[in-house]
């Protein structure tokens, strides 16, 4: 076994000292060290989505990262979306339009489409659709999840 | 007493009718609901299974040394330390905790473990050797039922059975085994109370069922055992039997640790039940003008290695077999059959859907023998309130408005013609691969029926416990919130019946309410939902009686225009009510099938509307539109809701998820192999909603849960026949049944 590692990770701006074997998934490292349970494993190995969070700003699959790669970079999870106890517009929508169910593939389809907003809040409703295609629900039918965001995204801009 | 005057009136917030937002949107918009998966405790282990690599093997030896030689391995238990009942199981318990001389299925867990950590629990479960002996596995569900390997038959005959149509035609029909596929998978944590007993906070839709389990395997007291509801990420029926519970339970006794386990994707595909796979064969009869005057049918599931829910499933099934429509001579022999395949259970609309892909393929099969439009063939033998099931001969007596639900599909605008010219819209999606020219369009139709409740005379009940609060009131149940809202509802109807606009609702454990019965059936709305009505009725009728009061609103009770008790003084006070509710009566049935099998049924139809690349066997489902019989939508949102997420699992059957079985191994147990529809497979979906008085449920309410499952899948069946002139005699659809015929 590689013995364990000291890291730091930023994660949703408050810095993390912990101490991971070099093969920890960043996912694992988050729920169990960070104590960070919002972020969700559906599947383990890429396909579901219910894992994503953001680094440096950029969705990504939580459970496809290694916790060694990610010192130096700026995380963000569900946690840390809404501020000082006011939700995040997109949380918000989702609340509204029912865009959850069970909640499990939330967090991830919340960091998705806050990724993809942050960049670009003009995205088309069938963008969004693009964009939103990489998570998997298995209780909505997608429907109120693509109203929410899109209501979110009139929101978000400026 | 305050004898303040002046009452506001108005009616309270988000009561039923509205679609109030739901109470656990925000911790599960935050990340901060707790899910089994998320639970933990001061000292906790971690725990593995074992599981057998093989569909069917003599198990000759364990050796758990190795294991235990590793360092911060706490325990490994086998079938030997089962300290109780050595099987399990919902119906008949026949499953063994742990295989001990044979193990029956591909995955069947043979061993558990418990260690520091999660990989040293892994690493452990890997170093218990197993000296397995295979042994021939019997996965031909026909060699099975030569053999006389069942665990039920059925058999209907209902009418002359002499009786013969003008026109008839025959079909035989297969439905693959499908996944419930819930986002979160099976998790669990079990804690010793230091006296012998254990709380156990697991994935659940029933936690009573799971205590009663628990406490026969592990030879305690119920009052030694409580199982607590949990947060759960989705359930469709996978989580009805027992898997983790008492091995979990087992090891924190054992090692006196809390012990946590978490199933991975992989062994949650192995460590729940599936929806049955299905061969149908049929034979309808009708006159000249359409009317239906004879069906046959037969009916075979393969059930698995085990009995779990696979004789109600196959009543159901049978039950069910002719659909929502009339016929006065019926004959439908069914059966489960018992493999090495893996066991088959409880999923979202529970053998309804598999015959329902039967009988209206048939039925559209009729429709075209006699060139009549496929819906006024459904509308002629419309099974309506009064008419009795053909099958079981039961009257009618609720609400089953299906010609209006025929009527409102023949009502809904059909999207502009097609193909679209955006690549994502195209059947393949975005790989590009059809061309708009090579793709043609179809429009089909299926109507479903299903029970509500459970049926043939089990006694299904429900506790609720209405109690006031400082704030309002509070509802406890045992029922489970799998994500469907019931959170939400149960609060509405509180709130309806007593008047105030503050009620919660608290998930308790098993020593301290009840039985709720199993978040299944479509149940839980009419039955909790039930209960929840009648103390929250009875409650109110209290305090107005114990105060000579003719209001109770948010600021207490009021005779006329004054407040003669506030709401301070009433929560001071201990009001409570607790109700038991049962739905009426059903029977089992007699040796023909006959009788007063059910409480309740719901009607729903859809209307699919697809593209297809014949020449690459593509499909895209554009729409699913549905008129759903719903008595009463008491959160509209919630309803609909279900709609969209039930459609798309039917969807899912008809065109992509199937469990691919190679000799009882399953070949495909990863989300990256097993498909699940995304948004792009996602059609677009109207709902109609039928609201019709008469339903036993509170305030009329009908389940909604599985009707939008049912037909779904048989829609897009026939709108893929109707846009490729194939016979789609099987799903789910594949490429190969489309392109290669
Ligand atoms: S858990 Fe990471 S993609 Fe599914
Ligand atoms: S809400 Fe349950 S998986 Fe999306």
């Not at chain 1, 680094?55 to 916790?67: E, K």
């Not at chain 2, 509205?18 to 639970?39: C, H, N, V």
Request: with cysteine; glycine share 10%.
């Amino acid at each position: 076994m590689i013995p364990p590692r000291d890291i730091t990770l930023l994660v949703n701006g408050r810095e993390y000292s912990v101490q991971v074997e070099p093969r920890k998934t960043l996912a694992d490292t988050i729920r169990e060290d960070c104590g960070l349970t919002g972020t969700h494993l559906g599947c383990e190995h890429g396909v579901c989505g219910a894992c994503t969070i953001l680094i440096d700003g950029s969705p990504v699959r939580s459970c496809l990262l290694f916790a060694v790669q990610c010192q130096g970079t700026a995380i963000e999870t569900v946690e840390g979306l809404a501020t000082d106890g006011v939700l995040h517009p997109l949380q918000e929508a989702f609340w509204e339009h029912h865009g959850l169910q069970c909640g499990f593939c939330t967090p991830g389809f919340l960091m998705l489409a806050k990724g993809a907003l942050d960049e670009d809040p003009s995205l088309t409703r069938d963008e969004l659709r693009e964009v939103l295609s990489s998570n998997l629900c298995r209780c909505t039918g997608y429907q109120n999840i693509l109203i929410a965001v899109e209501a979110a995204a009139a929101r978000m801009r400026p | 007493m305050s004898t303040r005057t002046g009452r506001k009136v108005g009616t309270p917030q988000g009561v039923v009718g509205t679609s109030p937002l739901r109470p656990d949107g925000i911790p599960k918009l935050q990340g901060r609901f707790e899910y089994a998966q998320d639970l933990a405790a001061e000292g906790m282990l971690w725990a593995a299974t074992v599981r057998s690599p093989h569909a069917r093997a003599r198990i000759a030896s364990i050796d758990i040394a190795p294991a235990l030689a590793i360092g911060g391995v706490h325990a490994c238990l086998t079938a030997d330390d089962v300290p109780g009942r050595a099987t399990f199981g919902l119906e008949h318990p026949d499953q063994p905790v742990l295989a001990a001389q044979e193990a029956r299925f591909w995955g069947e867990p043979v061993a558990v473990v418990a260690a520091e950590d999660l990989d040293t629990a892994r690493r452990a479960a890997a170093a218990i050797e197993v000296g397995y002996e295979p042994l021939e596995a019997l996965t031909d569900p026909e060699e099975a039922n030569r053999r006389d390997e069942v665990f039920r038959r059925m058999r209907i005959r209902r009418g002359d059975q002499s009786v013969r149509g003008a026109v008839v035609v025959e079909g035989e029909y297969e439905v693959g085994m499908q996944d419930q596929a819930p986002l979160g998978t099976e998790a669990g944590l079990a804690v010793p109370d230091g006296q012998g007993g254990v709380d156990l906070y697991a994935t659940s839709q029933y936690v009573h069922v799971d205590q009663e389990q628990v406490v026969a395997s592990l030879g305690l007291r119920p009052d030694q055992v409580r199982s607590h509801p949990t947060g759960i990420g989705g359930a469709f029926g996978a989580r009805e039997d027992v898997n983790l519970h008492i091995h979990l339970c087992m090891l924190a006794l054992h090692t006196g640790r809390p012990v946590k386990m978490v199933y991975r994707r992989s062994e949650s595909f192995t460590g729940h039940v599936h929806r049955h796979p299905a061969w149908l064969r049929y034979r309808h009869e009708a006159d000249r003008d359409g009317r239906l005057v004879r069906v046959e049918a037969s009916v075979v599931l393969d059930g698995g290695a085990y009995a779990s829910t696979t004789s109600a499933v196959l009543a159901n099934a049978c039950y069910f077999a002719v659909g929502p429509y009339t016929c006065d001579s019926v004959a439908v022999d069914g059966v489960g059959v018992r493999t090495n395949n893996p066991p088959c259970g409880a999923m979202r609309g529970f053998g309804a859907v598999q015959v329902c892909f039967g009988y209206e393929s048939q039925m559209d099969r009729l429709a075209h023998a006699l060139e009549m439009d496929p819906l006024t063939l459904r509308e002629i033998n419309a099974l309506e309130t009064g008419h009795p099931l053909a099958t079981t001969g039961q009257v009618i007596q609720t609400p089953l408005p299906t010609v209006e639900v025929i009527k409102s599909l023949q009502a809904m605008p059909l999207p502009e013609a097609g193909p679209s010219d955006l690549p994502t819209e195209l059947p393949g999606g975005s790989g590009l691969t059809s061309e708009p020219q090579h793709v043609t369009r179809g429009v089909g139709y299926a109507l479903g029926i299903k029970n509500l409740g459970f049926s043939e005379g089990s006694d299904d009940y429900a506790q609720a416990r209405v109690r006031i609060t400082d704030s309002g009131a509070v509802v406890e149940t045992a029922a489970i919130e799998v994500g469907q809202g019931l959170v939400t509802v149960l609060a509405q109807i509180a709130r309806s019946a007593l008047g105030i606009s503050h009620v919660e609702v608290a998930h308790v454990d098993t020593s301290k309410i009840d039985s709720a019965g199993s978040t299944s059936a479509s149940r839980q709305t009419q039955v909790s939902g039930g209960a929840t009505l009648e103390a929250a009725q009875r409650l109110r009728e209290r305090i107005l009686g114990q105060f000579d009061g003719d209001v109770l609103d948010d600021e207490g009770v009021w005779r006329g225009d004054t407040l003669v008790t506030p709401w301070t003084a009433l929560a001071a006070g201990d009001w409570e009510e607790t109700v038991t509710f049962r739905h009426p009566p059903t029977t089992m049935t007699d040796d023909n099938g006959q009788g007063v099998a059910h409480a309740d049924f719901a009607v729903a139809g859809h209307r699919a509307v697809v593209d297809v690349d014949v020449e690459l066997g593509l499909v895209k489902v554009l729409r699913v539109d549905t008129a759903q019989d719903v008595g009463l939508a008491l959160n509209p949102q919630s309803v609909r809701g279900q709609i969209e997420g039930g459609i798309l699992q039917g969807v899912g059957l008809a065109v992509m998820e199937e469990l691919v079985m190679g000799e009882g191994v399953i070949l495909n147990p990863t989300f990256t192999d097993y498909l699940l529809p995304t948004i792009l497979d996602a059609p677009e979906v109207e709902a109609l909603l039928i609201e019709q008085e008469g339903s036993w449920g509170p305030y009329g309410a009908k389940g909604v849960g599985e009707p939008p499952t049912i037909s779904s899948t048989a829609a897009v069946a026939a709108a893929i026949r109707a846009a490729s002139g194939r016979e789609i005699e099987r799903v789910p659809v594949r490429p190969q049944d489309i392109a290669l015929p």
